[in-house]
């Protein structure tokens, strides 16, 4: 079993919406971190959390540590937008990946 | 500008042969990670390596060897024991080990 899960699997939306994307983990953890993989392969950091909140332009990252559970929202939707979005936890030493978000954003 | 390389892009394996992948970074990064992505699953960790001339096994090891006698490079050996070495394999680096990583842009590698 993953310690790391993401809902949904794929997601498909129009242009424009509201996008929400969920992350659930079973251990306590010192950070969350949600990355963006383009189509290419490449990574990118997004955001990394402790607690609380962060916002960046039209995305928007929420952590509550008590229910272990983190959500990425993305505002105003774009086709530029469409990448596998994945939420990686570390505890102790380690980082553990879930296994990612397929966000397609259509015209 | 700075920034990590893998290379190459794409890499072709037959049976029996050992394949090294590149990785190199100029961000003065003492840390540096080998992943492996496979369809459906999360990244997993292969080594990691906290400062020149140490590394650690992370959590699928078996096949694969690396070696840290630069701190900007951490190449990747896939050897003919990895029975199953077909996935996109990332590399990463962070300036000290558990600070945030920052990802290559992959090397896929197939198996003919």
């Known amino acids: 079993k993953n310690e790391v899960e993401q809902s949904p699997q794929n997601l498909t939306a129009q242009e424009g919406e509201f996008i929400t994307i969920n992350c659930s983990y079973s251990v306590g953890i010192s950070a969350l971190h949600w990355l963006q993989q383009h189509p290419g392969g490449g990574i990118v950091s997004l955001f990394m959390l402790s607690s609380g909140k962060k916002k960046h332009g039209r995305l928007i990252a929420t952590i509550n540590i008590q229910e272990k559970h983190s959500s990425l929202h993305i505002t105003a939707s774009h086709p530029r937008d469409s990448a596998v979005y994945i939420c990686a936890v570390r505890f102790d030493n380690d980082m553990r990946f879930g296994a990612g978000t397929r966000l397609t954003v259509k015209p | 500008d700075g920034g990590i390389t893998q290379s190459p892009k794409y890499l072709f394996r037959k049976e029996g042969q050992n394949v090294t992948l590149s990785c190199e970074q100029n961000l003065n990064h003492d840390a540096m990670y080998w992943y492996r992505q496979d369809p459906g699953q999360g990244l997993r960790l292969i080594y990691y390596s906290q400062i020149v001339n140490d590394f650690q096994k992370g959590d699928i090891a078996e096949g694969y060897s690396v070696s840290r006698e630069k701190k900007e490079s951490f190449p990747l050996t896939v050897t003919s024991a990895q029975k199953n070495p077909t996935a996109f394999y990332l590399c990463?680096?962070?300036?000290?080990?558990?600070?945030?990583?920052?990802f290559g842009p992959g090397t896929r590698l197939l198996v003919l």
């Open positions: 990463a680096s962070s300036i000290q080990h558990r600070e945030t990583q920052y």
